[in-house]
Every structure is written in C-alpha cells, then in structure tokens.
C-alpha cells in the first residue's frame, strides 16, 4: 500500500488551511480570544467586507441550493436564522441580475415590516451602511428600492388579492404555515410567478397542514428542502429568547415542532387530529349567527410572568353547528388581557363573555367590567365558569363534536390547532384549547348530559 509523505504531499501552513474554510469555522478553531485579536487588526473597509460576508458565515443549509428547482423550503425551528437566510438570499438575487421583481409576503404588513424589511435580520440589516448597493425603504408605497433598479413589493396574507396581477420573478414568503388562507395566498402568488427564472423561497417553522405535507411529498422535483434547528444558531441568540423558548417548549412535543422542526402528524392520545379539523374547515362562517360569545381563560399573573391568556369567538347557527371565528390570545396582564376580550366582545357583536375563574375568582368578572368601563361601553353580559376535575372528561363533548362535523375552523389557527392536535392530557392544559372547550360546551353541550363534568386546570 502506497504511503503518503512530504516528498509527494506539499505541507500547508495553519493559515493556508484557515483561509479555505468558512470564517465561521475559523472562529470555532482558533477561538474567541485569537478571532477577536484577528477584528482589530482590520481596516474599517476590511471589517465590512468579512461581516457582510454571508458565504463565510452562513451554515451549510443555509445557502441556496444548487439545480434548477423552482420553491426551495426552508423548515427550521424558532431563533435558528431562517429570516437571516431569507433575506440574503434576495440580496443574492438582487446582486446577480436574477431578482428585479420580488414579491415579500408575510402574515400582516407590521410582520413584514418589522421582520422581513426592518428586523435585526431583515434585508436593511445585511448591508452595511457604507455599501452603494444597500436598498431604500419606502413605507408608503410597500416597497424596497435597489440602486440597479430592482424593486420588493410587500404583501399581505390578509389580503391575498394585492397578489392577483403583478408579475415577478422572485418571492419570499414567511411563515406561511401559519397564514390563516394559505390556499389563496399561494394560488395568486403561483400565478404571478411568471417571469424569467422565476424562483421562490419559503421559511417557515413546519406545521402539518396540507400544504406542508404537499411541498414534503416524494416525487416533487420542483421542490428542495432544508432543515434547521434553534440549537444550531445557539451562539447568535440572546440569553433572555433562549430562556424563554426552551422553557416554554423544550420537552414538550410542540418542542420538535418549534425547536427541532419537525413535522408532527397526529399524537396517539390527543382528542382531535388535523384531518379532523381540515374536513369541517371553512372558508367564511354563515352570515347569520344566533349567538356568539367570547370565551377566555384568563392568567391572573403580572405582564412580566404571565402565562397566555386563551381567548376565542365562537358563533352558533340555527342548526347547531359551531363556528370558530377568531383566536385573540395574547400574553398580558389582567388588564391587558381583560382590555382584548372587551374588544373581541365589540368587534363580533357578541352576546356575552364566558370566563373561567379558577384563576382570580369574581376579581375575572370585576377586571373585564372596569375595561368595559374605562372604554365608556355598557357593562359586559358575563358567564364566569369552573373548573374542578377532569381534564379531559369535559373536552370529549366538545372533540366529539368535530367527528360529528359540527364544529368548524372559519379559516385556519394554527397556534389553536397546534394545541388540540398534540395534549393528550398530561399536565396544564393549554390555554386556547381551555378557550375553545368553553366557548363550544357553551354553545352546544347539552348540559343534561355534561353535568359535573369539566375542564382546565384541576387534576384527574
């Protein structure tokens, strides 16, 4: 067997080694102290040049893939740079003549705003001030300018058919798996992708919607898919997100979703299923409705430890079919979250507000009515509920309902549905689920036959 020596192989120094690998890895060989000495030595020209340099930081699957595919799917877990990869990937096209008519679609225009365009890693941040090729803003008009001409428009998953006409060549959509009319969004967006070597890019943490498991299916040719978890960016997050999203999730089933991204089909145990829920789905709710009420389940903790506070508006129709018409839970204080049921309260016409007062007792009662109060309204009709034992003993009536296609989703929640799809009844149980179980026995549960039963927080 032929050996390798010196006479054949020429030796390398350390640093021709080090300058062939990605600066990122240089970084984690020669260590903090060593890379830190390295920056000052830089010129201020030298020091942009490296920092914006997004091949040699970017991990491996967060560089655009090579062939001729036509979506490339970035599932990736919360905090892991798939917003950072996005926008670098538009800088990229912009740079090589390949993106001149780029479409931006997020969820609201603040979402755009604040993470596609404006966030700490949002387009205007990949670019140092000094480049000549860095973008202008122009807020009124939804759009992002280049010097070469190219131009970002921003649309919204709230209005779908901004998206009907314009013609574009490039798209970035994020966190579509959470767009509550995904269908229509995609179908306008596909339409206008028209234009030369027209290409779209999508990141989003998975969920298993229909859409998803279409863009994931075997045989899709079109399609080329990465991972990326939020540990692999561990070292680009701040100590307070990290705390807060590893407490929340890790562990938990939900945690493979947001942190690992995976794609959780339906869990052995858990009351509804996505397929459940994807039959009844529709698209408007009736227009008339014979009742509505605004159920919450409220935390009674500060801003600053509070828990979410679950809040959903569900309607009832003559034939006693139900309708889930809005998910408004939110992390608040009694104040903050008293202040959003209120105003679901106003925004739906609703009959009244139901309210568990384990947490808080008559002082759930007293918060909503000092909110109505202080909003100049009349005083709010409320139905304050307990919950003693059974967790889950109170939510088969309800579950049973979606298997009889009495209950629908108008639309898609996917943060609601996240939460019926993956508690199977061990610990607290959530709070949008604890909502939507109010709002529903409130609406439809015959109480002849679900007395004494309930839901929430009591143990079995």
Excluded at 425 to 447: C, F, K, Q
Aim: some cysteine.
């Amino acid at each position: 067997m032929e050996t390798l020596n010196s006479a054949t192989v020429p030796v390398q120094s350390a640093a021709e080694i080090l300058a062939r690998l990605p600066i990122r890895k240089v970084k984690e060989l020669v260590g903090d102290e060593v890379f830190r000495d390295y920056i000052d030595t830089l010129s201020v020209d030298e020091l942009d040049r490296l920092m914006y340099d997004w091949e040699s930081w970017a991990r491996p699957e967060q560089l655009e893939p090579p062939g001729s595919w036509s979506i490339w799917l970035y599932l990736a877990g919360r905090g892991s740079g798939k917003t950072r990869t996005g926008a670098e990937w538009i800088k990229s096209r912009v740079k090589r003549g390949k993106g001149r008519h780029i479409a931006l679609i997020s969820q609201s225009a603040a979402d755009a705003r604040d993470v596609m365009v404006e966030g700490e890693a949002g387009i205007l941040a990949i670019y140092s001030d000094r480049d000549p090729n860095r973008p202008k803003y122009e807020p009124s008009k939804r759009r992002i300018v280049w010097p070469n001409g190219a131009q970002a428009t921003i649309y919204t998953a709230e209005d779908p058919d901004q998206l009907r006409g314009p013609s574009h060549d490039t798209a970035w959509t994020d966190e579509i798996a959470a767009f509550r009319n995904v269908p229509d969004v995609w179908s306008n967006l596909m339409l206008g992708l028209r234009l030369g070597d027209s290409r779209c890019f999508i990141s989003t943490t998975p969920r298993a919607i229909k859409f998803i498991k279409d863009l994931v299916a075997p045989g899709r040719t079109d399609v080329v898919i990465s991972h990326g978890r939020t540990r692999d960016n561990f070292e680009n997050l701040s100590t307070p997100f990290l705390n807060e999203i590893i407490t929340k999730y890790e562990g938990t089933r939900l945690g493979r979703q947001e942190l690992e991204a995976e794609i959780l089909e339906d869990i052995e145990g858990a009351l509804w299923s996505r397929s459940i829920l994807d039959r009844n789905r529709v698209k408007e709710a009736p227009k008339e409705m014979v009742k509505i009420i605004v159920s919450i389940d409220p935390t009674v903790a500060t801003a600053e430890n509070a828990t979410e506070t679950g809040i959903i508006v569900m309607g009832k129709t003559a034939d006693n079919h139900g309708y889930c018409l809005a998910d408004r839970s939110l992390t608040a204080s009694p104040l903050g979250w008293a202040k959003a049921g209120v105003q679901a309260y106003h925004d739906f016409s609703a009959n009244k507000i139901v309210a568990e007062k384990n947490n808080g007792g008559e002082m759930v009662n007293l918060t909503i009515q000092t909110m109505a109060e202080k909003n100049r309204t009349t005083i709010v009709p409320v139905t304050l509920v307990w919950a003693s034992r059974g967790k889950l003993i109170r939510a088969e009536p309800v579950a049973a309902l979606d298997e009889q296609k009495k209950l629908h989703m108008v639309g898609s929640f996917p943060k609601l549905e996240d939460e019926l799809c993956t508690y199977e009844g061990e610990g607290n149980s959530p709070n949008r689920l604890d909502a939507y179980v109010w709002a529903a026995t409130e609406l439809l549960v015959d109480r002849k036959f679900s007395r004494g039963l309930t839901w929430g927080r009591g143990n079995e």
